[in-house]
């Protein structure tokens, strides 16, 4: 359990199950420039993930049952990796986003994973500030390389 500071409200911070993806979903959709894939984010395409890395995803939940934050975390056996990761507008600045980030480091820890990468848009400037503050090393020594195999798997950005 986390408590917001300034505010009276409580979450809860757990592994993410396959159950939570409509509130998960419902929460990509408010939050603004958000990328969603067609197949990749459908439920099938969630369950997908969580099957294969079952312990590592995270959700925020608040007392009344709702999503409030999620990450979407896996590795290969190699390196870890984080998607998705998002706080609700409204519950921000609470330390939920920190605590999810922990959360997934731990469980990836105790899968023998020693790196951990994200992809951060350059227009993203709250996510962005986020990973600067908590410590996260933006790296300039590389270049990112995507390779589409599914033509259908298109992204759609929230506005």
């Known amino acids: 359990m986390g408590k917001s500071a300034g505010q009276k409200k409580e979450f809860e911070i757990r592994t993410m199950r396959a159950e939570d993806y409509p509130g998960l979903k419902a929460l990509w959709m408010t939050i603004k420039g958000f990328g969603i894939r067609s197949i990749d984010d459908s439920r099938e395409g969630v369950e997908r993930f969580l099957r294969r890395n079952p312990s590592t995803s ?44 922990v959360h997934c480091m731990n469980a990836l820890r105790k899968e023998q994973i020693n790196k951990v990468s994200l992809i951060a848009f350059t227009v993203n400037d709250v996510g962005n500030a986020f990973w600067n503050c908590i410590g996260w090393t933006r790296r300039e020594d590389l270049n990112y390389y995507d390779f589409t195999l599914n033509e259908a798997n298109i992204t759609a950005f929230n506005r």
Request: glycine share 18%.
């Open 58 to 101: 995270v959700v925020a939940v608040n007392p009344a049952g709702e999503i409030v934050g999620g990450i979407l975390c896996g590795h290969d056996g190699r390196r870890g990796c984080l998607y998705h990761v998002c706080v609700r507008e409204d519950c921000r600045r609470n330390g939920i986003g920190k605590a999810m980030v």
